[in-house]
């Protein structure tokens, strides 16, 4: 409908609803009207807009949704039930369950998804005995629920009343399901999900409501078996041994009667040995202008061509004259157009539609690429002709590329289909259990499988463009297993051996990086593929056992004592030790002693002006070892454990000044930083950008899909010294008002393209960096602009020169002794190098700000202190790890992937193993849009992991202990030692070195014996000192802040907040210069009534 009108569906609806109140017969106790959209929105546009053509009526219209709060929902419920309410409109949270006998109009404004819903829609009125009516209004786009609508009126004898425009949608959808089955077995070739023998599983389309009644269990529904039994064969194997007979060639699409004859239904047959409906006034006069005479006794293609330019209604009307066996070859021609297409035909898929749309138009060159749809409605497909296509020669090719949605299968236990209830196996059955690949549930929602095989039906070549990851590998070879069928059976029967399933490798979504990917096409490496089957089969296995046995034995005591919201006690391979790390940190602050020190400081005024600190050069038997931040240079600078000495000290330096005994200078070149990988993104995430690794991660995903940054999931630091040009992506970034001053400075000095030949080579993706310039709104700015704007600077400075500095050190002594007690040191910058990029490394070494002389300070100089004091303090515990903490040391000990370690940590925080907190304890409070934020709220620093009751004590049922690497305990499932040793077996599966099923076995065996002294352990008493030491969280941290683990809280003056005080002197002045203003209260009256009387007339709301 056009910009400023209205629209047609809502005139429709609101036209009803007049309709029915203004019926002389209407009953006074059957007046209320529900109508049901599908969409949120939709409910909130058509209430609103009968709200306003009701206008003093306003009151007796609500909506409701899913989006609404509960009480709002339950309130507009009540008064719709008694009757305050006339009008209600809802989405399908209202069309189960309502019973009431006053509704007398159902008006459905959207078609339902289904007959089920448009049944239970239409059956809110008309109840208890009474007479209803219902409402529903249909597009071109019904023909689903049209079938539905069809084959319910059928069987409830109410053929006559069949209008011919529902029948010729329903006809329509008929012919499209069909022609969809068959492009589905085309590509099928009976090498789908096996769920039992053939004869007893029935077809999952139904055309009669009671389908239920005769199908078969497992096909359908909730217990559908999606289980995949010969995955291994059909991803994996060499050769497949395709039978000849099932090939299904390009004559097999073609529709003739004996086709239709056999897939018609009962229904259909009634309906073709019925009286054709006779056509009305308007078709008739519409065939006449278009050929001059009247409706011939079979369907004209003509007359079906000229109807579909002028009205949809009546095309639909003229198709449902007609039997469906005798319209069906004239809406069935795609069939038959592709079977005249004699170019070879590819089919490319990658992980993502917006990946699929960047491989399409990159490869289509200036005439593009057409975009149609496919089996799923969310996976588009994009057609293009080209020559490029190296594997054929040059011959004339048609691409069409598509996608999935992530993992197309994932790893399950295959039950018995009569038995299907796991929960009575006993944990220990997990470890031997066949396993199998089942399809995902997103991807049975979309319809993926059936996409794909309908695409690979008629294709002679499958191009992956999956992640160049073992993930994506991974993903390569369940597209693999779900096309290779169709595909080879294409070349057996052209009697072709050549390669036909081939791997692009890239990088970046840019034109250039995809075309030469597109020309340099690799094969699959299905080694890589089988060690990520390895590593799902043993998380699988192991966590599913060991979390059975630890819930069955201890959550009932957890709800007791720690949450009634726990549901389980798990167990994960990787999620464990990452646990034990911040376990391992809790243990060193409880067991933390503290001890008395005194700290010195001292401040001298140089040459310049300024005043600096000067360091106390403590003996080193009195020295404080710096606890609290664990550096590594060790000691607190200025601190001692001799009270005595730091008295006298000061005592000293009182009546003294500083005398320079010696200045050293020392030049000190800092490399740049290596190119940036998933790791150093994470921890600058978490350290400098206050987000957590799975949001950072979940970030730098959409701007690569975007094509902003490369692919964000690589372990590699270093650049390509052949294949990778720095200077264009340098060209990208000149004109950038953020960094161009630096770009265009590279482009300048830099005489080769080369990058610097620093870093480590994983051979997995090249290191992350920025692919085009953009701005804070091109990117969308918050999270996703400090991404991006730290991955551009980490890559500006990795090109640049050396960071050059001076480090100036001065030994000084007081002017009543000969011996250097203390020392300076100034750092000033000669050359800033990368630094020009990246600002925040010169904090970090420490350079003084503005311009300093090298040679301020000089032997002999005498300066003057400002500043002499002392204060005693207690040495602290360590901090709590941090997040970016934790992910150096996973990166370090192999405990998951770049791809998985951000899902690891957030694993243990949703799980309720660690609260994250800020450096004062107090916990992260959720990111909330600027608009929602409370001012008065103070900012947190830090993202502290301290583990919970929950998860320290669950690490004691193991006997966690750091000494627990040679001895056969428990112990060992929570050291990170083991899932080290795990993952470098499975990447010798990779390497080809090891066979899956050798590791397998191995690591099976290894994880069954500790789970047999696990079990063996877990007595009563142990269970029972486990929830012990189960408390709150909140308790628990009170109890770690008297520990001294947390900083202390500063008390700032609340600047959202006004005490009472404030507010008494704000209405104090206010009330003073009211009574200034105005010398007397008649003529303050007068005023107020003057004013009144110019106030222009306010409408009552």
């Given at each position: 409908y056009a910009k400023g009108k209205q629209n047609p569906k809502v005139t429709a609806v609101i036209n009803n609803v007049e309709r029915f109140w203004a019926d002389a017969n209407l009953k006074m106790d059957q007046t209320s009207v529900i109508v049901f959209c599908n969409r949120k929105d939709d409910a909130e546009l058509v209430g609103k807009a009968i709200s306003n053509k009701l206008g003093g009526k306003r009151r007796q219209v609500r909506v409701i949704h899913g989006d609404k709060p509960q009480s709002e929902r339950n309130k507009a419920m009540e008064d719709f039930k008694a009757q305050k309410v006339s009008l209600l409109v809802a989405t399908d949270v209202a069309a189960r369950g309502l019973d009431l006998s006053s509704i007398g109009l159902v008006i459905q404004s959207d078609p339902p998804r289904d007959i089920d819903t448009y049944t239970h829609r239409c059956g809110r009125t008309g109840r208890a005995g009474r007479s209803g009516e219902a409402v529903t209004l249909l597009d071109a786009k019904s023909g689903r629920l049209a079938s539905g609508l069809v084959d319910l009126l059928t069987e409830a004898g109410q053929s006559d009343s069949i209008p011919s425009w529902l029948r010729g949608q329903a006809h329509i959808n008929q012919a499209k399901s069909l022609e969809e089955d068959m492009k589905i077995n085309a590509g099928s070739l009976a090498t789908q999900v096996d769920?039992?023998?053939?004869?007893?599983?029935?077809?999952?389309?139904?055309?009669?409501?009671?389908?239920?009644?005769?199908?078969?269990?497992?096909?359908?529904?909730?217990?559908?078996?999606t289980s995949y039994r010969s995955f291994e064969d059909d991803a994996y194997s060499d050769d497949l041994d395709v039978d000849m007979s099932d090939i299904v060639s390009d004559e097999n699409f073609d529709i003739d009667e004996q086709n239709l004859a056999d897939d018609q239904s009962p229904v259909e047959d009634d309906l073709v040995t019925s009286e054709r409906i006779p056509p009305s006034e308007e078709l008739l006069r519409a065939i006449a202008d278009i050929n001059g005479s009247t409706i011939s006794d079979m369907p004209d293609k003509a007359v079906l061509n000229a109807l579909s330019r002028s009205s949809q209604k009546l095309r639909f009307e003229y198709i449902g004259l007609f039997p469906f066996q005798d319209i069906s070859p004239l809406l069935m021609t795609s069939s038959s157009k592709d079977s005249k297409d004699d170019r070879i035909k590819i089919l490319m898929v990658a992980e993502k539609p917006s990946i699929a749309k960047a491989i399409a138009d990159s490869l289509s060159g200036k005439r593009g690429a057409n975009q149609r749809r496919g089996i799923s409605r969310a996976l588009p497909v994009y057609e293009f002709t080209t020559d490029r296509f190296a594997p054929v020669n040059g011959q004339r090719c048609l691409v069409r590329v598509t996608s999935v949605v992530g993992h197309?299968?994932?790893?399950?236990?295959?039950?018995?289909?009569?038995?299907?209830?796991?929960?009575?196996?006993?944990?220990?059955?997990?470890?031997?259990?066949?396993?199998?690949?089942?399809?995902?549930?997103?991807?049975?929602?979309?319809?993926?499988?059936?996409?794909?095989?309908?695409?690979?039906?008629?294709?002679?070549?499958?191009?992956?463009?999956?992640?160049?990851?073992?993930?994506?590998?991974?993903?390569?070879?369940?597209?693999?297993?779900?096309?290779?069928?169709?595909?080879?059976?294409?070349?057996?029967?052209?009697?072709?051996?050549?390669?036909?399933?081939?791997?692009?490798?890239?990088?970046?979504?840019?034109?250039?990086?995809?075309?030469?990917?597109?020309?340099?096409?690799?094969?699959?490496?299905?080694?890589?593929?089988?060690?990520?089957?390895?590593?799902?089969?043993?998380?699988?296995?192991?966590?599913?056992?060991?979390?059975?046995?630890?819930?069955?034995?201890?959550?009932?005591?957890?709800?007791?004592?720690?949450?009634?919201?726990?549901?389980?006690?798990?167990?994960?391979?990787?999620?464990?030790?990452?646990?034990?790390?911040?376990?391992?940190?809790?243990?060193?602050?409880?067991?933390?002693?503290?001890?008395?020190?005194?700290?010195?400081?001292?401040?001298?005024?140089?040459?310049?002006?300024?005043?600096?600190?000067?360091?106390?050069?403590?003996?080193?038997?009195?020295?404080?070892?710096?606890?609290?931040?664990?550096?590594?240079?060790?000691?607190?600078?200025?601190?001692?454990?001799?009270?005595?000495?730091?008295?006298?000290?000061?005592?000293?330096?009182?009546?003294?000044?500083?005398?320079?005994?010696?200045?050293?200078?020392?030049?000190?070149?800092?490399?740049?930083?290596?190119?940036?990988?998933?790791?150093?993104?994470?921890e600058a995430g978490s350290k400098a950008m206050g987000m957590s690794p799975k949001t950072v991660m979940s970030v730098a995903e959409k701007l690569y899909s975007a094509g902003f940054i490369s692919y964000p999931r690589t372990e590699t630091t270093r650049y390509d010294p052949n294949g990778f040009d720095a200077r264009s992506l340098l060209r990208e970034h000149c004109s950038s008002a953020e960094w161009g001053?630096?770009?265009?400075?590279?482009?300048?000095?830099?005489?080769?393209?080369?990058?610097?030949?620093?870093?480590?080579?994983?051979?997995?993706?090249?290191?992350?960096?920025?692919?085009?310039?953009?701005?804070?709104?091109?990117?969308?700015?918050?999270?996703?602009?400090?991404?991006?704007?730290?991955?551009?600077?980490?890559?500006?400075?990795?090109?640049?020169?050396?960071?050059?500095?001076?480090r100036t050190k001065a030994l000084l002594a007081l002017s009543d002794s000969d011996e250097a007690e203390f020392e300076i040191e100034l750092v000033t910058v000669d050359s800033l190098g990368f630094a020009d990029a990246c600002r925040w490394v010169l904090r970090d070494v420490g350079a003084v700000q503005g311009k300093v002389d090298k040679d301020l300070l000089q032997e002999g100089q005498r300066l003057k202190l400002v500043k002499a004091g002392i204060e005693e303090k207690k040495t602290m515990p360590p901090r709590f790890l941090q997040e970016h903490e934790l992910i150096r040391l996973m990166d370090t000990n192999r405990i998951g992937t770049d791809a998985s370690m951000a899902v690891h940590v957030s694993n243990i925080v949703d799980r309720g193993y660690v609260m994250l907190v800020d450096e004062t304890g107090v916990a992260l409070r959720p990111p909330r849009p600027p608009s929602q934020r409370k001012n008065n709220l103070p900012r947190q620093i830090g993202r502290y992991m301290v583990?919970?009751?929950?998860?320290?004590?669950?690490?004691?049922?193991?006997?966690?202990?750091?000494?627990?690497?040679?001895?056969?305990?428990?112990?060992?499932?929570?050291?990170?030692?083991?899932?080290?040793?795990?993952?470098?077996?499975?990447?010798?599966?990779?390497?080809?070195?090891?066979?899956?099923?050798?590791?397998?076995?191995?690591?099976?065996?290894?994880?069954?014996?500790?789970?047999?002294?696990?079990?063996?352990?877990?007595?009563?008493?142990?269970?029972?000192?486990?929830?012990?030491?189960?408390?709150?969280?909140?308790?628990?941290?009170?109890?770690?802040?008297?520990?001294?683990?947390?900083?202390?809280?500063?008390?700032?003056p609340n600047k959202g907040k006004q005490t009472k005080q404030t507010q008494q002197k704000k209405h104090n002045g206010t009330k003073k210069r009211q009574n200034y203003n105005h010398k007397s209260k008649k003529g303050n009256m007068k005023g107020r009534t003057k004013n009144k009387a110019h106030r222009a007339p306010t409408k009552p709301f």
């Open positions: 769920s039992g023998s053939d004869d007893d599983v029935h077809n999952e389309e139904f055309s009669q409501q009671d389908f239920r009644r005769t199908a078969a269990e497992g096909s359908y529904g909730v217990g559908k078996d197309i299968y994932s790893l399950g236990f295959d039950f018995d289909s009569q038995n299907n209830k796991d929960q009575r196996t006993d944990p220990r059955d997990y470890f031997t259990l066949p396993v199998t690949k089942k399809e995902e549930s997103t991807t049975s929602k979309l319809r993926v499988v059936d996409h794909l095989k309908a695409l690979a039906g008629d294709s002679s070549h499958l191009v992956l463009w999956l992640d160049c990851d073992a993930e994506g590998e991974n993903i390569a070879h369940e597209v693999i297993a779900v096309c290779r069928r169709a595909i080879f059976s294409k070349a057996s029967s052209l009697g072709d051996d050549a390669t036909r399933v081939h791997r692009a490798k890239f990088s970046a979504i840019t034109p250039k990086a995809l075309q030469d990917s597109f020309s340099s096409l690799e094969e699959p490496d299905p080694h890589l593929s089988k060690s990520v089957d390895a590593r799902q089969e043993l998380d699988l296995r192991i966590g599913v056992a060991l979390t059975r046995l630890l819930t069955w034995k201890c959550v009932g005591i957890a709800r007791q004592r720690f949450s009634s919201s726990t549901r389980m006690i798990s167990y994960g391979p990787c999620q464990t030790p990452a646990l034990s790390f911040c376990v391992d940190r809790l243990r060193e602050i409880e067991s933390f002693v503290p001890e008395r020190y005194w700290k010195i400081d001292l401040q001298a005024k140089l040459p310049d002006g300024n005043s600096y600190s000067l360091k106390w050069r403590v003996p080193t038997d009195d020295a404080v070892i710096d606890t609290r931040s664990k550096r590594g240079d060790g000691n607190e600078e200025g601190a001692t454990f001799s009270h005595q000495s730091a008295r006298e000290l000061i005592e000293r330096a009182k009546c003294a000044d500083m005398i320079v005994k010696q200045v050293t200078q020392t030049s000190q070149s800092i490399l740049p930083p290596n190119g940036l990988n998933t790791v150093a993104l994470l001053k630096s770009a265009s400075y590279l482009l300048r000095t830099r005489k080769t393209s080369k990058p610097p030949n620093r870093g480590k080579d994983c051979g997995d993706h090249p290191p992350i960096t920025p692919l085009k310039a953009a701005n804070r709104g091109n990117v969308g700015g918050g999270a996703a602009w400090r991404v991006y704007e730290y991955v551009v600077r980490n890559f500006l400075g990795s090109l640049h020169n050396d960071l050059q500095i001076t583990p919970t009751p929950l998860g320290s004590n669950l690490l004691k049922l193991f006997g966690h202990e750091e000494d627990a690497t040679e001895i056969e305990s428990p112990a060992l499932l929570s050291h990170p030692s083991i899932r080290r040793q795990m993952e470098q077996e499975v990447k010798e599966i990779a390497m080809e070195n090891i066979e899956k099923d050798f590791c397998l076995e191995k690591n099976l065996d290894w994880f069954e014996k500790r789970y047999t002294e696990l079990e063996r352990s877990l007595t009563y008493e142990r269970v029972g000192k486990f929830g012990q030491g189960l408390r709150s969280s909140n308790d628990y941290l009170r109890y770690l802040a008297k520990l001294g683990a947390f900083e202390p809280k500063i008390n700032t």
